[in-house]
């Protein structure tokens, strides 16, 4: 039998409760009720073959009948004669429907939220709606939440650190972990001049809202002893704030990016020379650095996709950056510690020259293995220093970014 039960009414309501569409209502959302649910009655035959079963069935709806309305109708059977059976049942208001769900007390919750968001900053009423049930997992923290809100309005782009939002009760703690929820209502309630609408996503609240932020920091070595920026006769290991290092205009001529940070920390002496720990995804901490763009630059990292893709993404700030040791020969040469790569890129990519794209193109089409990557300290290092030798031999410009296309083809082909 597949005949509606009180259990069943009550999972009709309760998906109305997890889509967000009876908690919204509580807010002032749409109407919802008086609902017809859906009911599912046994038919004619099998209200003549299972009439017990059938009683049985009413009397179980009836019983449990205190939230809910069941509207008969009478069925003239011919052996049974005239019966009255369940041909409707309705849910009249939104206070029975959180009583057959249990929800009563998050119901006056929601009303109560609404009410305190409605006195204080109505323009979020919009957003209860939207995220009613993710205003019930705050709702302990929604009063201090509307505090920051009212505190930004007062001060727009306050040129701070969340540390100095000076709010009783309110830390620079409770703001980073309410960020997501806090940039909603911001970009609901703050004037459009007060909102940078270039910066997103939880790394940009602050820029985007005016506070200030974490420096991003800048680590590098200096690779020509003649060139060291302190006297103290030891390793010119360096960091420095971005704005720093973009003002600092060193003296090096050729300047290598390597991911790996044992690498960067056994970079071999080189005149003329730097060495920058490089930060995977993501360069704005060297794109305004605009004395990198007369200086030879180096790319090193992981022969797989993303390697490829990082050497893409940095030649959008830095044009003329050469790869080093990101080639087949090197690739081919240390197959015995070949990797798997777990997520490889599979997009295109612009700015390889036609030997990278090439290498590229097989490694994302798995042309010379499933998922192959060579991670750069596999490398043995003396061929890193054979190859670096070769490199500052050579003319200390190589060519620039080719954007040359390759149809896809293997290995071999």
Not at 83 to 100: H, K, M
Not at 107 to 122: C, D, F, K, M, Y
Not at 270 to 285: E, H
Request: aromatic share 10%.
């Amino acid at each position: 039998m597949t005949w509606t039960t009180p259990a069943d009414l009550r999972a009709q309501v309760m998906k109305l409760w997890n889509k967000g569409a009876l908690p919204a209502s509580v807010i002032g959302a749409e109407a919802l009720f008086p609902r017809r649910m859906i009911l599912k009655g046994p038919t004619s035959m099998e209200l003549a073959r299972e009439f017990v079963a059938v009683r049985d069935w009413i009397a179980a709806l009836d019983r449990e009948a205190k939230y809910y309305r069941v509207v008969r109708r009478t069925v003239n059977h011919r052996v049974l004669g005239a019966n009255a059976i369940p041909a409707e049942i309705w849910v009249d208001t939104r206070e029975d429907a959180l009583n057959l769900i249990g929800k009563r007390r998050e119901g006056e919750r929601l009303a109560a939220l609404a009410v305190i968001t409605g006195a204080r900053q109505p323009d979020v009423i919009s957003w209860l709606h939207r995220r009613p049930l993710r205003a019930l997992e705050i709702a302990d923290d929604w009063p201090r939440l509307l505090e920051i809100v009212a505190w930004l309005q007062d001060h727009p782009r306050p040129g701070i650190y969340l540390r100095q939002v000076d709010i009783p009760g309110v830390h620079s703690k409770f703001i980073e972990a309410h960020r997501g929820v806090l940039a909603e209502l911001f970009d609901l309630t703050l004037p459009p001049a007060a909102i940078d609408i270039a910066a997103g996503g939880l790394g940009g609240f602050c820029r985007r809202y005016g506070f200030r932020d974490k420096p991003v920091r800048v680590r590098f070595r200096l690779l020509d002893p003649d060139a060291a920026q302190f006297a103290t006769g030891t390793d010119q290991d360096i960091t420095v704030t971005h704005d720093t290092f973009a003002r600092l205009a060193l003296p090096a001529q050729k300047v290598f990016i390597t991911e790996n940070e044992i690498n960067f920390l056994a970079f071999p002496a080189i005149a003329g020379g730097m060495v920058i720990f490089g930060a995977g995804y993501g360069f704005d901490m060297l794109s305004q650095a605009a004395w990198l763009h007369a200086r030879a630059m180096y790319y090193w990292g992981d022969i797989d996709t993303h390697g490829f893709a990082i050497l893409d993404q940095l030649r959008a700030h830095f044009p003329h950056c050469e790869s080093f040791l990101m080639d087949r020969s090197t690739l081919l040469a240390h197959q015995q510690h070949w990797g798997v790569e777990p997520r490889p890129e599979t997009r295109e990519l612009y700015r390889l020259n036609s030997a990278e794209k090439a290498l590229y193109d097989d490694l994302r089409h798995d042309c010379l293995g499933r998922q192959v990557r060579l991670e750069q300290e596999r490398i043995g290092f003396a061929l890193v220093r054979s190859a670096l030798a070769a490199r500052i031999a050579a003319t200390p410009w190589g060519p620039a970014c080719a954007h040359e296309r390759r149809p896809t083809t293997c290995l071999g082909e």
